[in-house]
């Protein structure tokens, strides 16, 4: 069987595409990034698609001799539109192009919730492409379609995960909102299963299917449940206001950073559960209880930095923004121009050269003080940050030696601020 998987490099995708390595099935992965896809699967025919672009007929000849195709092509934030554009116009592009040249079998994944009760962006965009999905072959006598509708996936690398790791990784683990709502969470080995099952299925298959767990589960049993996979004590917890909560999902929908968004609290305050019978059947199993899932992959010391650090990189980021701008502002008068001048003149620079080299050197401080507040390019922005840390130093231990010697730190403290530099350069790396 020849598959393809639209959204391979997602969490779902990577899981999958390791499950399928080195088996009898031809598979090829699908994204937007291929340079990034062929980093992550050397061995394996890459293929770049964009569901925000691409139509029907320009999938057409890309689908030739595809038996198979899985779409697990998803976004956890709307932005400009983006939930239209990927889960419904570009998923039912491809859906369309499915049909018409022949691919037998169709997976999608769609999230629990994708159905009449659906209140966000989120639910209504996968609603609508499942509509569309079932409605092309509703027995699916041409077109072997399944739509799997997951409560929480939990696993290494999915976003969920971090946002609860995060949570249960502080020293008093950090309360979701009033810690009582209601989610059902599923393993992603076993979602895994259940596609690996559809894709080698025998007979016709044309459903849709809710994947849960075994049981519900409230967020705080999510969180004690992380915190003990992680190998940490028991400790009480502490309650998050619905401000900050609030705050927080507008942050991350306005920086990209982090699972927080507006759609996610209202999917978390609405309620994520439902009947695992029908999955069971299916499965031939009940899905794994968290815990026991858990433990089928232990938690090693890189998840438990990761989950703490993970918090803090956006404050960090907005740390050393606030360091340059402030350092931009100061330096274009708030600090008496008389005794910048003096200052400068050790190093040659008087007159119209010290005035030239005051107000450049605060006007970059403030650009990359405010580049990196915008989240432009972060990394180039910190190397270049580091570049004129160690120019200024440089100069300074040349002309003005004694200020190593200032007894609040002036230049020392340089040291820390190039270091708070390198890992935030180093976090936004990752969550870019």
Not at 52 to 79: Q, Y
Not at 383 to 397: C, D, E, N, R, W
Request: proline content about 6%; hydrophobic content about 50%; some cysteine.
């Amino acid at each position: 069987m020849r598959i393809l998987i639209v959204g391979a490099g997602g969490f779902v995708g990577r899981h999958l595409l390791a499950r399928l390595a080195g088996g009898d099935d031809g598979v090829i992965a699908a994204g937007r990034n291929s340079n990034r896809l062929r980093r992550l699967f050397a061995d394996l025919p890459v293929m770049e698609c964009d569901l925000v672009r691409d139509t029907a007929a320009e999938w057409h000849p890309r689908l030739a001799g595809i038996d198979a195709v899985i779409n697990l092509a998803g976004l956890i934030r709307d932005g400009a539109g983006g939930f239209h554009a990927v889960h419904e116009q570009g998923a039912n592009a491809l859906f369309d192009a499915c049909l018409a040249t022949g691919v037998r079998r169709v997976i999608q994944l769609s999230a629990l919730g994708a159905d009449e009760t659906g209140t966000s962006s989120y639910h209504r965009s996968k609603k609508a492409a499942d509509d569309h999905l079932a409605a092309l072959d509703p027995t699916g006598q041409r077109l072997d379609w399944a739509i799997l509708r997951p409560s929480l996936i939990i696993g290494r690398g999915g976003v969920s995960t971090e946002m609860f790791a995060a949570l249960a990784a502080t020293p008093l683990p950090l309360r979701l909102g009033p810690g009582n709502w209601q989610v059902q969470p599923i393993h992603v080995d076993d979602v895994i299963d259940v596609i690996l099952g559809l894709l080698h299925r025998a007979e016709p298959f044309a459903r849709r299917l809710n994947l849960m767990g075994p049981a519900p589960m409230t967020t705080d049993e999510v969180t004690l449940t992380l915190r003990r996979w992680l190998g940490l004590h028991s400790a009480p917890f502490i309650a998050l206001p619905a401000a900050f909560l609030t705050l927080g999902a507008l942050l991350g929908d306005r920086f990209g950073l982090g699972p927080a968004s507006r759609d996610s609290l209202v999917m978390l305050k609405a309620g994520n559960v439902g009947d695992a019978g029908p999955m069971r059947e299916v499965l031939g199993r009940p899905a794994r209880a968290l815990p026991v899932a858990l433990a089928r992959h232990p938690a090693m010391a890189a998840d438990r930095w990761r989950a703490r650090l993970l918090p803090l990189a956006m404050p960090l980021r907005l740390l050393l923004a606030a360091i340059w701008i402030w350092t931009g502002i100061v330096s274009l008068g708030l600090y008496p121009v008389a005794d910048s001048y003096a200052l400068l003149a050790p190093l040659g620079l008087t007159g119209l050269s010290a005035g030239i080299a005051l107000y450049t050197g605060a006007v970059l401080d403030l650009a990359l003080g405010l580049a990196l507040l915008c989240r432009w390019r972060p990394v180039v922005v910190g190397t270049m940050q580091l570049a004129l840390m160690a120019g200024y130093t440089v100069l300074i231990s040349l002309y003005l030696p004694e200020l190593w010697l200032h007894p609040f730190g002036a230049i020392t403290k340089n040291l820390a601020v190039a270091g708070a530099t390198l890992v935030m350069m180093a976090m936004e790396t990752e969550n870019g």
